[in-house]
Structure formats: structure tokens, C-alpha cells
């Protein structure tokens, strides 16, 4: 098979990994969690909840008294707020406005910041308290955008970033009109301090302090585990071959250790990874056909970025890296690696069987892959257990 031909369908192979990537947000279908459905009269009713991690917040959810089911879709009609009982999250059905901001637009113009729409989804309420909440909505595009509610009067906490054209020139305009507005909707108390970032941390410390609640450890609620940025440190082991011009390893034993940075909160699924591998002792007489060479090892840093995909113990994973040697001992390689893990503890993975640089450099696409196991171990969890 010539090489033009092996890009050719490597290509279309890559397309195909790519597309399969929407059809995988399905698996698993979400976890069902312990809740409880409140209704409009404020009667309670326990239950199950079907959790989908929302990327956007959701209109209406999948609730069932039993845990096996059958669920069914309910509304704000039948529910006008829910609790997800292990994750301590609370959703509160509200009618919004919507502004009509694109930020991938180019406006004259300031656009307009009054409401020309309105939707009825469920907010997720990010602290509460006697005097004052704060709730968090979930855009099309994950964005979030927090509203304050006060005497009954729910006001959205403006700021949106947008590009203008002014005398020719195209600008990003930061709208913060919030931190000019939580200090004013909230002048009846006692700091007067400045609203720093538009996040639900700071945000959500600004209104506890209002509320009386300066102590983080007294606010009613509390991140679930999913919430936070998670840090691994993980151990690979597997076999790998190499075969490109001038270079041909055979299978041999690879070892490697590395970082997993794993997103809050919605995006906790997606991962950043940094690997350090090496495949220790390869005579360079059979890697380069040398007369004669010494023992080597060969190292390799790598680089990657990736999804599991739903919330089961067992979860497919499947990303892109760019791997490079760490003592030019062979070309460094771009693509797609995928794998299947359990609890996100124990991970079997493929890698290193297709190579997208070979675009732009005389590579073949496809190679003998590197096939390995990995455990991680959770550093979160490590030093909590120390404090």
C-alpha cells in the first residue's frame, strides 16, 4: 500500500473517530442519583433522578420513585424546584430574560442589553440565605451567567465580553456592569468591599457575607466532589513498536509516569494529561541497523487532551495527543488515542496507531501502536486526608 494512499485513509479514519465523538456524549445516559422533587404547593416527593452533569441547564429532568424505573420527564409544572441529594445541588425553576449577545459577532454598535426573550429552566442555586440568593444559569454554549435574588426580585448579574469595531479597529469590550451591581442591590448591608471575578466562588463568598454567613464552613452548601479541578498522578505500563525511515523497534516494554488534570463541575469528564515515558536497554543496533550500538533508552514526553463519556464505572475515553522524543530519536506524531477505563481508576488504552503530522512530513500515517495500562491515583484525596 503506497503512503499516499495509507494518508488517504487514515484521514478518513480520523473523521470518523472525530464524528463518533457525539454519538459517545450518549453513553451511559447519566447517573440516577437519590433526590427529591418539590412541587409548586411545596409538596415533597423522594425519589431518583436521572443526573446528566447538565452542560446547559436543563428545562425539565427525568425523575422516578423507583431507582430501576421507569423514569419520567417532568417540568417545571410538576416541580418547581429539585434536590440532588449526594451532590447537595439544589435547582430552582425560574423564568429568565435572554439577551441576544453573540460574541462571535462583530457589532457597530453596543448591542442592546435589555431582554427580548424569556425562558423557564431550572437555575442551580449556588449559596442561599436569609436575605439574598444567588443562582446560576447554564447557557447553550456552557457559559454561566448568575442571577441574584432579593425581596422576591430576580436580577441577572451582567457581564458579557463582545467585540466592537470603533474608527475601523476591532476591540473586545469586557461588560462588567456586575460588580457595579452587587454592591447596589445588596447597600443595605455591611460590606463595602469590591466584587472581584464573575465566578460562583466569588460571587457566592460576596452574598454569604451579606447573608450573615462569613464563615465558608457554615454555608448551607457544599461542592460535591465533582465540582472541583482533581489532580492524578498515574503509573502506565504496556508495549510499543516504531517503524518510519531510518528506524524499525520491534515490540518492546514501555513504562511511563504522569499528571491527569481533570475540570470541574460539568466538565469533569474532560482531561488534560503529561506523560513521561521510556522503553529502557533498546539496542540501538536493531532501532538504527548500526554496525555496532551501545544500549539506550528511549524517552518520550506527551501531551494530551481528551473526554470519558458517561458516568458509569465503566467509561470509554477518547482524545488527541502530541507526543515528541525527548532525544530525537524518532518524529514526533499527532493523533488520536482511545480507551476504556473503570472508575476512572484503571485504564486500558491505544495510542500511537495513527500519526495526522504525516500531512505535512514524509511519516506514515499508521504505526505499530503503543497498547497500555495505567492507574491513577487521586492527589485531591491524598492531601485532604493530611489537613
Not at 76 to 93: C, H, M, Q, W
Request: a positive charge; glycine letters at 8%; aromatic letters at 14%.
Amino acid at each position: 500500500m503506497s503512503l499516499l494512499l495509507q494518508n488517504r485513509i487514515g484521514h478518513w479514519i480520523i473523521c470518523t473517530i472525530i464524528a463518533s465523538l457525539s454519538s459517545l456524549q450518549g453513553f451511559g445516559q447519566g447517573r440516577v442519583l437519590e433526590g427529591v422533587v418539590i412541587s409548586p404547593k411545596g409538596d415533597s416527593i423522594k425519589g431518583f433522578i436521572r443526573y446528566d452533569s447538565w452542560e446547559s441547564s436543563p428545562m425539565a429532568i427525568d425523575f422516578s420513585q423507583a431507582e430501576n424505573g421507569p423514569f419520567e420527564k417532568i417540568g417545571p409544572d410538576l416541580a418547581g424546584r429539585f434536590f440532588i441529594t449526594s451532590l447537595k445541588e439544589n435547582y430552582v425553576s425560574k423564568k429568565i430574560g435572554i439577551l441576544n449577545i453573540d460574541p462571535s459577532k462583530t457589532y457597530d454598535i453596543a448591542p442592546s442589553f435589555e431582554a427580548k426573550d424569556s425562558l423557564t429552566v431550572y437555575l442551580r442555586e449556588v449559596t442561599s440565605g436569609p436575605k439574598a440568593t444567588l443562582l446560576e444559569y447554564l447557557d447553550l454554549t456552557e457559559k454561566s451567567h448568575f442571577f441574584l435574588e432579593k425581596d422576591g426580585k430576580l436580577t441577572e448579574l451582567l457581564y458579557y465580553p463582545f467585540y466592537r469595531l470603533i474608527r475601523g479597529r476591532k476591540y473586545l469590550i469586557q461588560y462588567d456592569e456586575y460588580e457595579r451591581q452587587l454592591p447596589a442591590l445588596l447597600s443595605d448591608g455591611t460590606d463595602k468591599g469590591p466584587v472581584r471575578r464573575y465566578s460562583a466562588m466569588d460571587l457566592g463568598n460576596y452574598v454569604d457575607r451579606y447573608n450573615g454567613l462569613s464563615d465558608v464552613a457554615k454555608r448551607r452548601k457544599k461542592d460535591s466532589s465533582e465540582s472541583e479541578m482533581e489532580i492524578d498522578a498515574y503509573v502506565m505500563g504496556g508495549v510499543e513498536g516504531w517503524k518510519e525511515t531510518g528506524i524499525n523497534l520491534r515490540t518492546t516494554p514501555t513504562f511511563g509516569v504522569g499528571l491527569r488534570i481533570n475540570l470541574p463541575r460539568r466538565f469533569h469528564n474532560r482531561y488534560f494529561k503529561i506523560l513521561f515515558s521510556t522503553m529502557r536497554g533498546v539496542s540501538e543496533k536493531e532501532v538504527y541497523h548500526y554496525p555496532f550500538g551501545e544500549k539506550v533508552n528511549l524517552n518520550t514526553m506527551e501531551l494530551s487532551i481528551g473526554s470519558y463519556f458517561g458516568f458509569g464505572n465503566i467509561r470509554p475515553n477518547l482524545g488527541f495527543e502530541y507526543s515528541f522524543p525527548a532525544d530525537n530519536w524518532r518524529s514526533a506524531t499527532f493523533g488520536p488515542h482511545a480507551g476504556i477505563s473503570y472508575r476512572r481508576k484503571l485504564s486500558l488504552e491505544i495510542t500511537h496507531f495513527a500519526n495526522i503530522g504525516s500531512v505535512f512530513n514524509d511519516v506514515p500515517f499508521f504505526n505499530n501502536p503503543r497498547v497500555n495500562l495505567s492507574y491513577y491515583l487521586n492527589l485531591n484525596q491524598f492531601f485532604k486526608s493530611r489537613q
